[in-house]
């Protein structure tokens, strides 16, 4: 059940045309933002800044995030520099950060002294909070108060902070150096009586994340304590920022879609699979499938060596390194996802590997049974067949065994998991189970 | 920075030995419920109901649901029922809702009677929500107020609704009938002047999903519009319940290690990696494992009916089929997350498939030079050499072609992408591989 009467480019053309602000206006103010954007995304730039200036300043500054950021830098370079200024005044601070991140260095310092001072110290502390911490996902306008007023004073208070503020649902309470010392939600002041001490209302337990700290903090800190927003504070404790739970819900999403496109041999797109340029997307596939090229040369070459020459072992060679390698692709996901979302950590290292031999031996165990009877129909005798079944288990717990055992390794030298373990899984599967093959083959039947 | 003072599993038996009745209630109100349930995990069922019992009810209620959902399953079955009846009735519906799930139903029929009759009824709708659906995220507690009294009457009522409530940031807006007419921000409300109508103050234009709509749905809405909370309607668009920022944002947690896990060709575990049972995850990997071992069986009965024999070419066979391999793995990955994360959409895919051929062309192309240089090494000539890259360039376009293919063709048919995608994919680009390279090297080496 989608935002009601949706309204199509030809409508708003016309109404362009006419030069209709009246109407432009009503309709940008009575719609979701996001909803403004989706409907007028269709638009040429010069089109869409006539709709835009239709608009109030705080208006467009509602609307203007809801683009995709690929066509918010096209638009920043069309606009012309007042409506710049305005616009970046007006938008909440990490929206603004997320775009100016996205621009020319050279850029932004050409259109920063567009922007009043006092925001223009708030632009240049986010922007020096490097890409990944706590602080890049933050924004400066939370509402705080401090611990010696009323709840009825607190609310007067709020009322002249609301518009600034990303949030006004938590309020922090700072000591007079700006150290966090508590917090309030507006609940709890709605609730309380109007006399009653702010300092006698706060909970001062309050979880906070550190600006240098990396985001993933903040998310698993928002998803454990199910918080609306969460305080980020620097190595005094003094408040710097919030983190609110709308950019983390965004800040998951793009954590997991990375995270798969790393298990899968990407280097992470970053941007929608649609935008991204062909030229982009071939250089963060082909580096992946160059190293795993490298690793199957790797294969190639032990496997001209092998001595391997009935015809019916070759044609198991694939269906034996297969095993191996599916069977430690479901092991290294299981542990990188597991590490990732918080669920295990390095230091269960043992008894992940326990997990993943009495796994190995299963499952090796379960698949060698149809392995033996499929050899038996292509291998001379019974006894020759043996061979698959054998190196199937022996394939399979080598499988869950590097498959889990490497993820763990990289996480413990300080390597993103998911960045590094399926190519080196599959090296080590495809070329040991080569190897094992050819051994287990000679030894049985000379 | 975490919370202030963890208190440790000896000092809390301490407490329990002593009967510190006071001094438990103390540290539990202090701290936030997720990291009273945190560090009282270590105790036993008998301590555990021992400390819970030494909290107010309400408090008892609120910690419950943080402990992890195998835990609460079985600390449900160890309790007594006048305690079971009081901690069912404090519960939020929705966390309450997420742990009757987990029990026998039998169990849950039995133990009702103990709840008051109106949580009855909600507990009940609740349950009916299937799985999956937007129901089944929901809870029933929700703030609203008709729209014909003024901000200050709203304030007051919202007073006495706010225990009740999980959230009472959005307050819905309702007719008579129960029908979702708007919604009113609680920061409008203390912004308004207190003698405005609610009816002016409200937003008409409310986003709702319904309550038979799938839970993606839900994580779309809240994630694209950044709402703490969504509203549920049924079919009348009556409201009958609320989705708040937490349980969403577990939802997309959880959604997006499943796909993971699909992908990997795992059937999704649904609980920890490290609490999984041995015989499930046994199950969940092996039946994959098997349809995967099936595809490689035919893998295998095409390559004994293969005419190649020179021992270079079949060094080269895992070489050829993993290009394939990886690259139909890197598209079907890119192609599935997209879809989840409605990046694109079934409707793109004649967009999809021409930038896939175009990658495949450009893939290809780069492995087939180094396909190239190492065939050089082993083939008898550079005419004979040629078999290798040609084949790598076919496989890698075959594998961008099927890897993007199959899962757009699942979607249309209605089915999870996720769930078919990896191993139809290894299926057809292993076995047409083969069938390439032979026929590749046939035509050109007779």
Partial sequence: MPAANPILIP????????GDTAGLREVAEELHPATVAEFSEGLDDRELW???????????????PYYPMARQVELVKAGDRPHLGALLEWMAADNRDDLLRELDPEFVEDILPLVAKAERHDIRMLLSCPEGSAGSLMTTEYASLPADITAGEAITRLRSQAPDSESIYYIYVLDPERKLVGFVSLRDLILARPTALVA????????????????????????RFDFIAIPVVDDQRRLVGIVTHD?????????????????????????SYLEAAIISMTWKRGVWLAILFATAALTAMVLAKSPITHAWLIAFI??????GGNSGNQSATLVITALSTGDCKLSDWPRILRREFALGLLLGGLLAVPGYLLALVYAPSPMHALVIPITILCVVMLGTLVGSGLPLLFRSIGLDPALMSNPFVSAVVDIVGIVLYTGISVLLLG
Same sequence: chains 1, 2.
Avoid: C, H, N, Y
Wanted: hydrophobic share 55%; proline share 4%.
């Fill in 50 to 64: 006539q709709m835009l200036d239709a608009m109030a300043v705080e208006r467009q500054a509602e609307v203007f």
């Fill in 318 to 323: 694939p269906l034996v390194i297969a095993s």
């Fill in 200 to 223: 006698d209302l706060m909970q001062r337990d309050v979880i906070a994340v550190r600006v240098d700290e990396p985001s993933e903090k903040v998310v698993d800190a928002l998803a």
């Fill in 247 to 271: 950019d983390v819900l965004d800040a998951v999403r793009q954590d997991a879609t990375d995270d798969a496109q790393r298990i899968a041999a990407i280097a992470p797109l970053g941007e």
């Fill in 11 to 18: 409508e708003l053309r016309v109404m362009l045309a006419e």
